[in-house]
């Protein structure tokens, strides 16, 4: 586990950000992103009848159809275990390798720290 005092400012930020992304929006899940000029992109879960993204998957598509080029780093709160492989597909589509994907719980507890 890492403690969310270990992040840099600028990821315990986009934490922050996706946190309040769930609340806010009462979705299972928030997620946040930060592009190479440091832009964020924020989303919540989709579930329409027509389409279902998670949180992260919102926030990149975000983030490509604003024109980022690619991502320094992603958060994502949840109450899930891990983030999932396609999330960490998105992320990496976007950020390439090493692209830090930031999990925490609903608390804003970091829960671990993956590399797309």
Same mark, same amino acid.
């Given at each position: 586990?890492?403690?969310?005092?270990?992040?840099?400012?600028?990821?315990?930020?986009?934490?922050?950000?996706?946190?309040?992304?769930?609340?806010?929006?009462?979705?299972?899940?928030?997620?946040?992103?930060?592009?190479?000029?440091? *832009? %964020?992109? #924020? =989303?919540?879960? /989709? &579930?329409?009848?027509?389409?279902? $993204?998670? !949180?992260? *998957? %919102?926030? #990149? =598509?975000?983030? /490509? &159809?604003?024109?980022?080029?690619? $991502?320094? !780093?992603?958060?994502?709160?949840?109450?899930?275990?891990?983030?999932?492989?396609?999330?960490?597909?998105?992320?990496?589509?976007?950020?390439?390798?090493?692209?830090?994907?930031?999990?925490?719980?609903?608390?804003?507890?970091?829960?671990?720290?993956?590399?797309?």
């Amino acid at each position: 586990m890492t403690e969310s005092t270990d992040l840099t400012p600028e990821d315990r930020k986009i934490v922050t950000l996706a946190r309040s992304a769930r609340a806010r929006n009462g979705v299972p899940e928030g997620a946040a992103v930060r592009d190479e000029t440091g *832009r %964020t992109y #924020v =989303a919540g879960t /989709v &579930a329409l009848n027509s389409l279902k $993204l998670s !949180a992260l *998957r %919102t926030a #990149v =598509a975000m983030a /490509v &159809a604003s024109g980022a080029e690619s $991502l320094e !780093a992603a958060a994502v709160v949840s109450g899930a275990e891990a983030v999932t492989p396609e999330d960490v597909a998105a992320v990496l589509d976007l950020g390439g390798i090493g692209t830090p994907v930031i999990l925490a719980g609903p608390d804003g507890t970091v829960r671990s720290t993956v590399e797309a």
